[in-house]
């Protein structure tokens, strides 16, 4: 009883019901934070593409049609376009369309499609009234599809596995898929990549749940633009990019008018099947996730909401664990809470920044990547308020969340 004393006295010593309220909340959001064990553990059983499992014969496979926008991406596309070439799928059409690019990008895609017959090369001189970039380029791009199946991707894409496309379109037909999105690995190469894209990943998991995703009967709608497989008949239903062709992220918008139209979405990982990296340098990472998150959340509640969780959920902890000293005798107790909440989130981000290929060790930095993250938020904010505008690859657009 004499050392429970103390103890007992320095809890009390909570007098006010804001620190009350506050040690408890800590509490709660470690209990949160360690909830999502659950669901990492289900999303790695349900939601992931198996590469090895066999697929149809290959004179039971639909021809396929893959096409790639490139804007000024001379470093990017000849690896991208060798990886498809290389894909085991036996009836290939590969469609390269240079959206009116500055530098080599041209001149490679001619090069290449000059050496292999199955690439077909598609140059944009122009950008019409009413469309952004790469709505218009995969527009154009279609025009000279020929396949049953058509697939869109980006040409930061890594190919590292010739059997991405036959896996792809085996689930896709043995699961009665109308639109499949595959989940690349996103490559990192700085420090700055490391910190910020895991964060800015784990924002769109929670806005948009896999398994909530993959329910026909809910509402959430979520696709990655790097790779979209779909018959011709559900692009047409769809209306092709037409009624996307001045978003940003059209890739969101297909894939949730896809669903209003009651047909199947489903969004798989592609566990070292293909990679891209998105983004290179600080400057880059912010303009394009603050472009991401403005066109995929798209409304002040969500951007408000997401402010909240990175606030509270994300960095509370580490901030209340800083100002510990600051509550009195009370000071051990505040501190112990936001370590369980702290230990709570990073047994979590352990596993997460090891399945995103980065490195679990790399989890220490949440706080910076989150900090980063709320900034981007802002900065979505004032887009949508009309405060400022996005330019990407060169243009700039109004509008399009």
């Known amino acids: 009883m004499t050392e429970a004393g103390p103890l007992l006295a320095q809890f009390a010593d909570l007098t006010t019901w804001p620190a009350t309220l506050w040690f408890w909340f800590m509490i709660v959001i470690g209990l949160v934070w360690l909830k999502r064990h659950v669901d990492i553990a289900r999303g790695k059983r349900e939601h992931l593409l198996d590469a090895d499992q066999p697929g149809p014969p290959a004179d039971q496979l639909p021809a396929l049609s893959m096409l790639v926008a490139a804007k000024d991406e001379e470093e990017n596309i000849e690896r991208c376009l060798r990886g498809l070439l290389r894909q085991d799928y036996p009836r290939l059409q590969v469609i390269a369309i240079n959206d009116r690019s500055d530098d080599a990008t041209g001149a490679i895609i001619d090069r290449i499609a000059a050496e292999d017959s199955r690439l077909t090369a598609v140059h944009v001189q122009e950008l019409p009234d009413g469309w952004f970039g790469k709505n218009n380029a995969m527009r154009l791009g279609v025009e ?27 689930y896709a037909l043995t699961e009665r898929v109308d639109f499949l999105s595959v989940l690349p690995q996103l490559e990192a190469g700085t420090f700055w990549e490391r910190v910020v894209q895991p964060v800015a990943g784990a924002i769109m998991v929670y806005w948009y749940p896999p398994q909530l995703v993959n329910s026909d009967e809910a509402p959430h709608a979520y696709a990655n633009g790097a790779f979209m497989l779909m018959p011709r008949a559900t692009y047409e239903k769809l209306g092709g990019h037409e009624p996307v062709k001045a978003t940003l992220n059209e890739d969101m918008h297909l ?7 009651g047909l199947r979405l489903r969004v798989i990982r592609g566990d070292r099947l293909y990679r891209v990296r ?34 509270l959920v994300s960095l509370s902890p580490w901030v209340t664990l800083l100002l510990s000293p600051l509550a009195g005798s009370a000071a051990g107790w505040m501190a112990g809470a936001a370590l369980f909440a ?16 980065n490195g679990p060790a790399w989890a220490i930095t949440y706080p910076l990547g989150a900090a980063v993250c709320l900034g981007m938020t802002f900065g979505s904010i004032r887009k949508l308020l009309g405060m400022t505008q996005t330019t990407w690859r060169g243009t700039t657009y109004s509008g399009g969340a």
């Open 144 to 170: 000279q599809a020929t396949g049953d199946w058509m697939c869109f991707s980006d040409a930061d894409c890594a190919y590292d596995s010739p059997h991405l496309l036959r896996s792809a379109l085996r």
């Open 255 to 261: 894939a949730r008018r896809t669903k209003q139209a």
């Open 342 to 357: 702290i230990a709570g989130q990073q047994s979590v981000l352990w596993r997460f920044y090891g399945m995103t290929g």
């Open 278 to 311: 998105m983004y290179v340098g600080f400057r880059q990472i912010w303009r394009g996730w603050s472009r991401i998150f403005y066109g995929c959340l798209g409304t002040l509640p969500r951007l408000l909401r997401s402010i909240l969780l990175l606030t």
